[in-house]
């Protein structure tokens, strides 16, 4: 069984009868969703989920896991990947473009895990490139404080159809590649002032624990 297979199935077998449950986004939580579908039929439990993306809410409802939203139920557990994870459990989020909703949905839930195997395991925050959430307007300004700011962004461009990517939530993203980033809850909190920026993808302050699928097993961190 691959790394992320094995730890997204752990992570399933956290889930309580009677739990909301937060789904993230990505091929390992994939993995999570699918199995809680199963075992919800299995042990006919009753949760409810609370997806992050179209891609989680579309899993969700063939796996016949119930949806709900965050107006209507708080979070108890979210369980969501990550790309990079650092040793302080901070986290780079959004290579599914999905880091928005998924930082409002694991940023509410009472405990939030995450899921990942050992490649995502860094000293240091920034090999990944920050994904950041611009409302389309605001494209070109927001590039040129972000140049400022000495990061190096480009527009992500969609795969199977022409132009750039666009979010569940109708917006494009910059990729922001920094050196090695030092201090990212000051960056988070940076990028996040610059107007015409909805969210960035780095997390920090939020992780209560991350299960890290290796070849010697799982492997937790709190
Ligand atoms: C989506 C995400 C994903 O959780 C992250 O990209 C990890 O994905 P995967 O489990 O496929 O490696 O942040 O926006």
Not at 46 to 61: C, D, K
Not at 171 to 200: A, H, Y
Request: proline share 5%; net charge negative.
């Amino acid at each position: 069984m691959n790394l992320k297979k094995q730890v997204g199935f752990q992570a399933a077998e956290l889930v309580r009868d009677g739990q909301v449950i937060g789904l993230g986004t990505g091929s390992t939580t994939h993995y999570f969703i699918e199995r809680l579908g199963e075992k919800i039929k299995e042990e006919e439990m009753e949760i409810l989920g609370v997806p992050t993306s179209y891609q989680s809410l579309f899993l969700a409802r063939d796996s016949g896991i119930t949806v709900t939203t965050l107006d209507e139920h708080a979070v108890d557990l979210a369980v969501d990947g990550a790309d990079e994870v650092d040793p302080q459990l901070n986290l780079i989020k959004g290579g599914g473009a999905a880091h928005t909703l998924e930082k409002i949905v694991d940023s509410s839930a009472e405990k939030f895990i995450v899921v990942v195997d050992d490649s995502k395991m860094v000293d240091k925050l920034g090999a990944f490139p920050v994904p950041v959430e611009v409302i389309p307007p605001a494209y070109r300004v927001v590039t040129e404080k972000l140049d400022y700011i000495g990061g190096k962004p480009w527009l992500r461009m969609a795969e199977k159809k022409d132009g750039p990517v666009i979010t569940d939530n109708g917006n494009f993203v910059v990729d922001i590649q920094f050196p090695k980033i030092s201090k990212p809850e000051v960056l988070e909190m940076e990028l996040n002032t610059i107007p015409g920026v909805v969210e960035n993808g780095i997390f920090t302050g939020i992780v209560d624990e991350v299960m890290v699928g290796t070849p010697e097993g799982l492997k937790i961190l709190k």
